[in-house]
């Protein structure tokens, strides 16, 4: 743990040893070690992101994800440029300065839509950030979404490993493209954020270590850790949910990796236990990402069962949430948080 922190890099057999590691006076030190260090970088101040869900249609069929293509028990939705400026306003006034436009692959958004869409956020609040997470597209868009004033760009590459992605994913999709929009994303400017779910479906130790190497390599502004969680209406349905100290080791491996990182403790973790939050902050995350979607819509964007997006999931609850904070010596920044500021 002291030489992560001090080199911010071990060999694959060190990150092994580490991820397998069970002793409590070693992951105790881990936490403290990553909480330290985020402390020192950020002070007891955790960066709020509004995350705006525009639509839940999407031609994919990952077989871990609710709103894959082969969920037909979900109505679907999407929304209007017009309902995503009324949530940005809505947040603008709770003191969100980030927006997080994030949806499926939906066949029926054309780029042009995006730029637009893009364009009337950044003419409306040129002092917020614009994050985009709508998945794989061509690096013409991406680039088109950068210059109509998208700061951020989230793609979780989901796994590093070639078996394993073929695992998670059915034969038209494919991890090197997945990793060539992550080079697109990154030469383009954007700060760019990637990740895993954590105890996804055959997922191995072995897997992971690939998983922190490649993270290492590719030295993302943004790291997205979370559990996998069973949707009851996907191939995975009946697998278990990812483990809590697994999610947390990993957090805080990547606090101590990249001190720098803007790292969420994120809504999968707030739903896998009711003070994940809390738990993923105390092991070095700085990011919360309340739901600023229309409140109407919010349960059809089911990524997994049970998914939190009422109380302090909700930009609504930000006073819940700040309570919550508080009990556990932090607060919320109404800053925008960008990657080095
Ligand atoms: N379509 C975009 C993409 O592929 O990046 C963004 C939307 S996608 C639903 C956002 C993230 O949700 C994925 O990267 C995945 O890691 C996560 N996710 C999907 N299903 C999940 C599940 N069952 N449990 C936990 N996370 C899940």
């Known amino acids: ?39 020192a970088r950020f002070g007891n101040r955790i960066f709020i992101r509004g995350l705006i869900e525009i639509t839940n249609r999407c031609r994919n069929n990952c077989y871990y994800c609710g709103i894959r293509k082969g969920n037909s028990h979900i109505p679907r939705y999407g929304l209007s440029q017009e309902e995503i400026l009324a949530c940005c306003r809505d947040g603008y006034r709770l003191g969100f300065r980030t927006f997080v436009l994030q949806g499926g692959e939906a066949p029926d958004i054309r780029d042009e839509w995006v730029v637009e869409t893009v364009a009337s956020i950044r003419r409306e609040f040129p002092d917020c950030a614009i994050t985009l997470s709508l998945g794989e597209k061509s690096r013409e868009a991406y680039l088109r979404f950068f210059r109509a004033g998208a700061n951020r760009y989230l793609l979780r590459h989901e796994t590093y490993n070639e078996e394993h992605y073929r695992k998670l994913h059915p034969e038209e999709m494919s991890l090197n493209h997945r990793l060539q929009c992550l ?63 697994m999610t947390l080791k990993l957090l805080s491996i990547f606090r101590l990796m990249h001190p720098a990182a803007l790292i969420p403790s994120t809504t999968a973790l707030a739903t896998l236990a009711p003070d994940g939050r809390e738990r993923g902050i105390l092991a070095g995350a700085n990011v919360v990402m309340p739901n600023l979607s229309p409140q109407g819509q919010r349960s059809k964007y089911s990524l997994y069962d049970n998914k939190a997006s009422m109380g302090a999931e909700s930009a609504e609850g930000l006073r819940q949430l700040e309570k919550q904070l508080e009990t556990i010596g932090y607060c919320l920044s109404e800053d925008r948080g960008d990657y080095g500021s």
């Open 183 to 245: 080079d697109w994303l990154k030469k383009t400017g954007y700060q760019t954020g990637t990740g895993i779910m954590v105890g996804s479906p055959y997922q191995t130790v072995d897997h992971l270590v690939e998983d922190i190497l490649y993270i290492e390599r590719f030295c993302p502004e943004m790291i997205g850790i979370g559990p996998f969680l069973p949707h009851h209406d996907t191939p995975f349905a009946s697998f278990g949910p990812g483990d809590m100290e």
């Open 1 to 39: 743990v002291s030489a992560l922190r001090r080199n911010h890099k071990l060999d694959a057999g060190e990150y092994k040893a580490l991820l397998l590691c069970k002793d409590t006076d070693t992951l105790n030190y881990l936490q403290q070690q990553a909480r330290e260090v985020a402390l």
